[in-house]
């Protein structure tokens, strides 16, 4: 291959090829991980919610679990945490409350649904409730 065109053109569809085939493999072991955890709520399922409740629960918590630690080890990591100051890059604000006792304003009183991050990008911004200083009874506006 003398022409330089030809061989740029040539090494750019291998590096293609190869970042493909590493992405597909680590898209394959997400997915069976996944289904691991789907195989899991089968076995719960065609038990069935005939034992106790509290049993039942356990056995969700554990499953949940499960499907989170093998998210994370994955490199998915949760955002949005009680206490902390929200974000506008990692929080999206449902609501607001006056501050109680002891809070910060902007602090994060409540999580309404989990925000994610993969490899330092956000995915998901976490839905929070957060804490404000002289909010008016509407629960939306300052003073």
Not at 103 to 131: K, N, P, T
């Amino acid at each position: 291959m003398s022409d330089p065109t030809a061989r740029l053109a040539y090494e750019h569809a291998r590096a293609l090829a190869a970042r493909d085939s590493v992405h597909q493999a680590l898209t394959e072991r997400l997915l069976l991980r996944c289904a691991d955890a789907l195989d899991s709520f089968d076995r719960l399922l065609a038990d069935g919610a005939t034992g106790d409740v509290d049993t039942y629960r356990r056995s969700l918590t554990l499953i949940a679990g499960q499907l989170e630690r093998d998210l994370a080890e994955e490199g998915l990591e949760r955002v949005g945490h009680v206490g902390e100051r929200a974000e506008p890059a990692t929080h999206h604000i449902e609501a607001v409350r006056a501050a109680p006792p002891g809070a910060d304003s902007d602090e994060v009183l409540e999580i309404v649904q989990r925000g994610y991050r993969y490899r330092g990008q956000v995915l998901r911004a976490a839905r929070v409730v957060v804490a404000v200083d002289g909010v008016r009874k509407q629960g939306t506006e300052r003073e």
